[in-house]
């Protein structure tokens, strides 16, 4: 099992990105696929999942509205599409597969990490 997370970079507040998350291994029929984010100084925390059975996404409280998971199950990708960004969706990101379930971003429900790749949102 293994990730591989790219399109991290540098934006403006309020402006856009799109991360994606390159699997092999297995498949989404599998493990689900989540979005975990590390700023500095403050814990890692999950952010989104996406699962394909049952077909179910999640989004922390703070970026709802404002991100879109998914999945392009052809290429074995997951993206993560933030839009609205704010300073403090700083942090870098990782993706992971995971156990489906509400439970998701427990450590515990963690499958293997992905490298994480940076986003910088500018004020």
């Known amino acids: 099992v293994q990730l591989q997370a790219s399109g991290g970079g540098l934006v403006q507040a309020g402006g856009s990105l799109r991360l994606a998350c390159a699997a092999s291994g297995f498949t989404f029929d599998e493990y689900a696929i989540g979005w975990f984010r590390q700023a500095p100084g403050k814990e890692r925390e999950g952010v989104s999942c996406i699962s394909s059975r049952p077909a179910r996404t999640y989004y922390a409280d703070s970026v709802k509205g404002r991100f879109t998971i998914s999945t392009d199950n052809a290429k074995n990708t997951a993206y993560l599409r933030m839009n609205s960004l704010k300073p403090e969706d700083t942090a870098v990101y990782y993706c992971?597969?995971?156990?489906?379930?509400?439970?998701?971003?427990?450590?515990?429900?963690?499958?293997?990490w992905g490298q994480g790749t940076q986003v910088t949102v500018s004020s």
């Open positions: 992971a597969a995971v156990l489906v379930g509400s439970s998701w971003y427990l450590n515990a429900n963690v499958v293997s």
